[in-house]
């Protein structure tokens, strides 16, 4: 059977909110989350790699709230990235699975460090692809590239500026077909879904709801063993930021990947795919 996002679409209720996730295969459990962007939602992200990962692993791929078709609260009264962790738990909950393989992409990856640390009894093997919020920009511009068309695009959320945001997510430009653009500027014309990544990116910006002590500051307490997964022209989380990652992080393998912007699972597909199954079916 080919798997669509209608066919695998699934939805479950966490804290009072509805949740879509995106369900397929069987084996170890795996979650898949998402990063932050225009139009941005789980099968957006991994649709296209749901086929090969899903012949090895229960593949749950999840909208975080307020993105793709799941639900969020009205206001964000904590830190987004605390939000989307307990969502990611009470899915767990409600399917009964004790412990899964988590792999998060950009904002993602940073809800994956998150869960790693907070819950580590639930989280079995991480893969963190570009993960934003745990390496350390000492050479590019601060904000990076892809950042600042993402606060472009939230100021004045318009195709051109949504444009913009895609095209510093790519190494090669080709990737963003037709159809690609097409799909991702109608999710980003949704005001439902500007809101949402307003809300969300502003919590980050507050000060009342920083974290006390910063995620890279904290990678040393992750006792799982992690891959970290990384595009050598990422113009969103530069590839610098993975060396900090890659030597705090005690059981971390890093592996990065030429010809590859922020979209490892996309340019890079099959080499994507190849290691993702290999470390979380053998690990380091």
Request: hydrophobic share 45%; with cysteine.
């Amino acid at each position: 059977m080919t798997l669509t996002a209608e066919n695998t679409t699934r939805r479950v209720t966490v804290a009072g909110h509805e949740l879509r996730y995106h369900e397929a295969g069987e084996g170890p459990a795996l979650v898949l989350l998402h990063g932050s962007g225009a139009g941005v939602s789980g099968w957006a992200n991994f649709g296209d790699n749901l086929p090969v990962l899903a012949q090895h692993f229960r593949c749950l791929i999840l909208d975080q709230p307020g993105f793709g078709e799941s639900g969020r609260p009205e206001v964000y009264e904590r830190n987004y990235l605390r939000i989307a962790a307990d969502a990611v738990i009470g899915l767990l909950d409600e399917l009964g699975i004790e412990k899964a393989h988590v792999l998060g992409n950009s904002m993602g990856g940073t809800v994956a460090t998150l869960l790693a640390l907070e819950h580590p009894g639930r989280v079995d093997r991480v893969v963190l692809m570009a993960p934003g919020g745990i390496g350390v920009n000492v050479l590019g511009p601060e904000p990076s590239e892809g950042i600042t068309r993402l606060m472009e695009f939230n100021a004045n959320p318009t195709d051109e500026n949504a444009m913009g945001f895609l095209r510093a997510m790519v190494y090669n430009r080709a990737t963003l077909t037709e159809e690609v653009v097409a799909e991702r500027l109608r999710a980003a014309a949704d005001p439902r879904a500007q809101a949402a990544l307003r809300d969300a990116y502003a919590t980050f910006y507050n000060p009342e709801l920083a974290e006390p002590v910063p995620l890279w500051a904290r990678l040393r307490g992750i006792t799982q063993e992690v891959l970290i997964l990384w595009g050598r022209d990422d113009r969103v989380t530069p590839v610098e930021g993975s060396l900090f990652a890659a030597r705090q992080l005690p059981n971390a393998d890093l592996r990065t990947f030429a010809r590859c912007g922020h979209w490892v699972m996309v340019e890079r597909r099959d080499a994507f795919e190849r290691t993702v199954i290999d470390f979380l079916n053998n690990g380091l």
